[in-house]
């Protein structure tokens, strides 16, 4: 499965207005915690690649929920679209574990809130990202035939918020992250 994804920097207060006018479903608020790991047999920085475990609480559910996501290198120059895998696990600390025991390092630390609308069958995510600020993403989940209408729909749905697609940014929070520091 495929995820395309395009992302700019804007303000919220603007993009929820224009949510509201287009009747867009407010489907759930979370905070997320994303700790990337450095492979110990190749850079992903290098080649693109990334491996994470988040732990996501929603703001109407007190419990978390942990998933492993391995991301793979972007397949298109137009959009944030790579091949995506991922998975849920009972115990966030058991995984870190497995994968400190296997010799993978965490790396880096993103922290996000995130409130996710529906729109158009895309999903249209606020972020406010701890020292980045805020960006607006729009995604789905395509098969590799479909990217191009997918990223085309998504462009559309960009526009209809107000935002250009031509100020997108293809680079990963955590990418931004380290490119601040």
């Not at 509201?20 to 700790?35: E, K, W």
């Not at 696990?89 to 630390?109: H, N, R, Y």
């Not at 990202?129 to 960006?135: A, M, S, T």
């Amino acid at each position: 499965m495929y995820e395309v994804e395009l992302k700019v920097r804007a303000a919220h207060d603007d993009v929820r207005d224009r949510l509201a006018a287009l009747g867009a479903d407010h489907t759930a608020s979370v905070r997320q915690v994303d700790t990337y790991y450095d492979a110990p047999h190749r850079d992903f920085a290098e080649t693109d690649e990334a491996l994470r475990v988040r732990r996501e609480t929603r703001d109407d559910d007190p419990r978390s929920e942990t998933r492993i996501t391995y991301k793979g290198p972007l397949v298109e120059a137009a959009s944030k679209t790579r091949e995506e895998f991922e998975t849920a696990v009972d115990d966030g600390e058991a995984a870190a574990d497995i994968f400190a025991g296997l010799g993978f390092d965490p790396a880096a630390t993103v922290e996000k809130d995130r409130d996710f609308y529906a729109v158009d069958g895309y999903t249209v995510t606020l972020d406010s990202v701890e020292g980045l600020g805020e960006f607006v993403e729009v995604e789905r989940e395509t098969d590799e035939a479909d990217i191009e209408a997918v990223r085309e729909g998504a462009v559309s749905v960009l526009a209809e918020l107000g935002l250009d697609a031509d100020d997108q940014i293809r680079t990963s929070y955590l990418g931004l992250l380290l490119d601040e520091s």
